[in-house]
Protein backbone atom coordinates (compact mmCIF):
# COMPACT_ATOMS: atom_id res chain seq x y z
CA UNK A 1 0.00 0.00 0.00
CA UNK A 2 1.10 3.56 -0.60
CA UNK A 3 2.17 5.64 2.10
CA UNK A 4 -0.59 8.20 1.13
CA UNK A 5 -3.04 5.68 1.62
CA UNK A 6 -1.76 4.63 4.70
CA UNK A 7 -1.45 8.21 5.78
CA UNK A 8 -5.63 9.00 5.02
CA UNK A 9 -6.33 6.22 6.71
CA UNK A 10 -4.60 7.38 9.98
CA UNK A 11 -6.01 10.80 9.60
CA UNK A 12 -9.17 9.13 9.15
CA UNK A 13 -8.83 6.72 12.15
CA UNK A 14 -7.67 10.41 13.88
CA UNK A 15 -10.65 12.21 12.60
CA UNK A 16 -13.27 9.70 13.79
CA UNK A 17 -11.52 8.96 17.08
CA UNK A 18 -11.86 12.62 17.85
CA UNK A 19 -15.36 12.77 17.08
CA UNK A 20 -16.15 9.80 19.01
CA UNK A 21 -14.24 11.71 22.22
CA UNK A 22 -16.22 14.34 21.43
CA UNK A 23 -19.57 12.41 21.18
CA UNK A 24 -18.46 10.54 24.29
CA UNK A 25 -17.88 13.90 26.72
CA UNK A 26 -20.99 15.09 25.52
CA UNK A 27 -22.67 12.10 26.59
CA UNK A 28 -21.35 11.93 29.86
CA UNK A 29 -22.66 15.37 30.67
CA UNK A 30 -25.25 14.38 29.59
CA UNK A 31 -25.61 11.29 32.10
CA UNK A 32 -24.21 13.37 34.55
CA UNK A 33 -27.00 15.85 34.26
CA UNK A 34 -29.55 13.17 34.34
CA UNK A 35 -28.10 11.60 37.35
CA UNK A 36 -28.64 15.11 39.27
CA UNK A 37 -31.78 15.63 38.12
CA UNK A 38 -32.66 12.00 39.68
CA UNK A 39 -30.83 12.90 42.85
CA UNK A 40 -32.77 15.98 43.00
CA UNK A 41 -36.16 14.17 41.68
CA UNK A 42 -35.05 11.51 44.66
CA UNK A 43 -34.37 14.37 47.22
CA UNK A 44 -37.88 15.85 46.19
CA UNK A 45 -40.18 12.85 46.66
CA UNK A 46 -38.12 11.86 50.06
CA UNK A 47 -39.41 15.42 51.07
CA UNK A 48 -42.96 14.94 50.16
CA UNK A 49 -43.70 11.59 51.84
CA UNK A 50 -42.19 13.52 55.26
CA UNK A 51 -44.72 16.05 54.43
CA UNK A 52 -47.41 13.77 53.97
CA UNK A 53 -46.35 12.10 57.29
CA UNK A 54 -46.15 14.98 59.00
CA UNK A 55 -50.05 16.51 57.60
CA UNK A 56 -51.17 12.83 58.39
CA UNK A 57 -50.09 13.20 62.18
CA UNK A 58 -52.01 16.28 62.00
CA UNK A 59 -55.10 15.13 60.55
CA UNK A 60 -54.79 12.68 63.40
CA UNK A 61 -54.17 14.84 65.79
CA UNK A 62 -56.87 17.56 64.97
CA UNK A 63 -59.77 14.30 64.24
CA UNK A 64 -58.56 13.35 67.68
CA UNK A 65 -59.06 16.98 68.96
CA UNK A 66 -62.73 17.08 67.19
CA UNK A 67 -63.63 14.40 69.23
CA UNK A 68 -62.72 15.23 72.44
CA UNK A 69 -64.32 18.28 72.14
CA UNK A 70 -67.43 17.01 70.79
CA UNK A 71 -67.34 14.95 74.14
CA UNK A 72 -66.50 18.05 75.71
CA UNK A 73 -69.51 19.66 74.10
CA UNK A 74 -71.63 16.76 74.84
CA UNK A 75 -71.02 16.44 78.21
CA UNK A 76 -71.50 20.61 78.73
CA UNK A 77 -75.17 20.33 77.10
CA UNK A 78 -75.30 17.28 78.75
CA UNK A 79 -75.21 19.41 82.34
CA UNK A 80 -76.58 22.08 80.88
CA UNK A 81 -79.74 20.37 79.91
CA UNK A 82 -79.89 19.16 83.98
CA UNK A 83 -79.10 22.44 85.22
CA UNK A 84 -81.95 24.09 82.89
CA UNK A 85 -84.12 21.38 84.54
CA UNK A 86 -83.56 21.74 87.64
CA UNK A 87 -84.00 25.26 87.83
CA UNK A 88 -87.27 25.06 85.81
CA UNK A 89 -88.51 23.11 88.74
CA UNK A 90 -86.31 25.14 91.41
CA UNK A 91 -88.98 28.13 89.64
CA UNK A 92 -91.77 26.28 89.65
CA UNK A 93 -91.30 24.89 93.58
CA UNK A 94 -90.46 28.65 93.66
CA UNK A 95 -93.56 30.04 92.63
CA UNK A 96 -95.40 27.96 94.65
CA UNK A 97 -94.27 28.94 97.56
CA UNK A 98 -94.82 32.41 96.20
CA UNK A 99 -98.70 31.14 96.00
CA UNK A 100 -99.06 30.31 99.20
CA UNK A 101 -97.03 33.36 100.57
CA UNK A 102 -99.54 35.46 98.85
CA UNK A 103 -102.11 33.66 99.88
CA UNK A 104 -101.19 33.68 103.75
CA UNK A 105 -100.94 37.96 103.12
CA UNK A 106 -104.23 38.08 101.75
CA UNK A 107 -105.72 35.91 104.38
CA UNK A 108 -104.13 38.01 107.28
CA UNK A 109 -105.34 41.44 105.48
CA UNK A 110 -108.49 40.28 105.58
CA UNK A 111 -109.05 39.20 109.02
CA UNK A 112 -107.41 42.28 110.35
CA UNK A 113 -109.59 44.23 108.12
CA UNK A 114 -106.75 46.22 105.82
CA UNK A 115 -107.45 47.27 102.79
CA UNK A 116 -106.04 45.18 99.91
CA UNK A 117 -102.81 46.86 98.08
CA UNK A 118 -103.23 47.21 94.37
CA UNK A 119 -102.50 44.37 92.74
CA UNK A 120 -99.52 44.70 90.27
CA UNK A 121 -99.46 43.00 87.26
CA UNK A 122 -97.33 39.75 86.78
CA UNK A 123 -94.32 39.04 85.56
CA UNK A 124 -94.21 38.00 82.31
CA UNK A 125 -93.92 33.65 82.61
CA UNK A 126 -90.31 32.55 82.16
CA UNK A 127 -89.41 30.81 79.27
CA UNK A 128 -89.88 27.25 79.07
CA UNK A 129 -86.62 25.16 80.09
CA UNK A 130 -87.11 24.02 76.37
CA UNK A 131 -86.65 26.78 74.85
CA UNK A 132 -83.42 27.70 76.47
CA UNK A 133 -82.09 24.28 76.24
CA UNK A 134 -82.66 24.92 71.98
CA UNK A 135 -81.56 28.65 72.57
CA UNK A 136 -78.53 27.50 74.15
CA UNK A 137 -78.19 24.82 71.48
CA UNK A 138 -78.26 27.23 68.02
CA UNK A 139 -75.75 29.22 70.23
CA UNK A 140 -73.17 26.62 70.45
CA UNK A 141 -73.90 25.58 66.69
CA UNK A 142 -73.39 29.81 65.75
CA UNK A 143 -70.55 29.26 68.04
CA UNK A 144 -69.05 26.40 66.02
CA UNK A 145 -70.30 27.97 62.68
CA UNK A 146 -68.07 30.56 63.24
CA UNK A 147 -64.77 29.04 64.33
CA UNK A 148 -65.40 26.55 61.18
CA UNK A 149 -65.06 29.55 59.15
CA UNK A 150 -62.22 31.33 61.00
CA UNK A 151 -60.55 28.12 60.48
CA UNK A 152 -61.34 28.19 56.67
CA UNK A 153 -60.45 31.49 56.17
CA UNK A 154 -56.92 30.87 57.93
CA UNK A 155 -56.27 27.69 55.88
CA UNK A 156 -57.51 29.24 53.27
CA UNK A 157 -54.84 32.45 53.39
CA UNK A 158 -52.36 30.10 53.93
Known amino acids: M ?3 ILLLADALVAVLLAATIVTSVGLSRRIARLKADEAALRATIGELMQASGTAERAIQ ?4 TLQ ?3 RTLAERLRTAERYAADLAEQVEAGETVMGRIMQIVETS ?3 VGAPEPAREAPPPPAPAPEDRVSAAAAAAQALADRAARRLEARTGAA
Do not use: T
Not at 61 to 64: A, D, E, N, P
Open 2 to 4: SPV
Open 61 to 64: GLRS
Open 68 to 70: DCD
Open 109 to 111: RRA
